[in-house]
């Protein structure tokens, strides 16, 4: 017996009425994807491309023009499909007043969770998304990417088999972006579903298995992330401490194959993100302690 899919989307069309009963605005047309339970799932795309209309139809926020989004085989039109999924919108709304943990409390309460099991499962949150040292700060006093977290943690209070995310490091510094895409790994390791919408390709690259393209409310091309971002004629290497005479013979072998072609050659490079918080954070990884010693490293595409 198969598995059933954690998010299965079927031929989903949304269409909303325009102003003053103008004509009809096609937000989502005939998208079919299915997210596999313990999977990463990243649906990206430009700025009003369909992505939030597609994320709140599979929640249940608005309701299918036609087509059918269910989770965990329950149509997501129903209440009862809504009871294992956490969610963290884009610009989520929290009371101010309120402690990191007076927060997670209100929403462990509106779960229905109460005394030990929600008092054990604060702390467990907090750890978490590392608020301990500020559960008892209110949120007036909160950073974005602290918002963010507690945002997080309040998704998470009802331990969900499925975490939907919308934009989750929208306005958040890199340091705060890392922070939450390595809880979102995190997620992964539990066993946790995560939908996530973005449109920052480099931060979907980093975290999901699977990503889903749409643009124009079409899904334009959907798999693998490793498959959709191979190039099936090229082969990279990349190699340490490569010799002059070394690169010179690899010249010469290229040269005398039949079909190969040298495309490019040129000194590895890594991402202004990873260079950043390299040096804001004092190269404390093994990559950043190689790339400071001065080792030479050639790349090659062929």
Do not use: W
Request: aromatic share 4%; charged share 30%.
């Amino acid at each position: 017996m198969s598995e059933v899919a954690a998010v299965r989307v079927k031929n989903l069309v949304k269409d909303f009425r325009g102003p003053f009963r103008g004509k009809k605005v096609h937000a989502v047309r005939d998208v079919s994807l299915k997210i596999a339970p313990g999977e990463v799932y990243g649906l990206i795309g430009p700025n009003g491309s369909g992505k939030s209309t597609t994320m709140k139809a599979v929640l249940g926020l608005v309701a299918p023009t036609s087509g059918s989004c269910a989770i965990f085989g329950k149509n997501s039109t129903k209440v009862d499909s809504r009871g294992e999924v956490g969610f963290l919108p884009e610009n989520p709304y929290f009371y101010k007043h309120l402690t990191a943990a007076e927060t997670v409390r209100f929403y462990g309460r509106l779960c229905g969770m109460r005394g030990r099991v929600l008092r054990d499962r604060i702390e467990e949150m907090l750890e978490l998304v590392g608020l301990q040292e500020a559960r008892d700060r209110r949120l007036k006093g909160f950073s974005k990417g602290m918002l963010q977290r507690i945002g997080l943690a309040q998704a998470l209070v009802q331990d969900p088999r499925l975490v939907v995310l919308d934009e989750p490091t929208a306005g958040v510094d890199p340091k705060g972006s890392r922070e939450i895409r390595d809880l979102i790994l995190t997620l992964k390791e539990r066993g946790i579903t995560v939908f996530l919408c973005s449109h920052l390709l480099e931060q979907v690259q980093e975290i999901c298995d699977r990503v889903g393209i749409i643009h124009g409310g079409v899904l334009v091309n959907e798999g693998r992330l490793d498959d959709l971002i191979s190039l099936e004629d090229k082969t990279e290497l990349i190699l340490e401490n490569a010799s002059s005479v070394l690169m010179e013979q690899i010249r010469e072998l290229v040269e005398v194959t039949h079909g190969v072609n040298l495309v490019s050659e040129g000194q590895a490079r890594t991402t202004l993100e990873s260079l950043f918080l390299r040096e804001t954070q004092g190269a404390s990884s093994q990559e950043g302690r190689r790339q400071r010693s001065g080792k030479s490293r050639k790349r090659i595409i062929r």
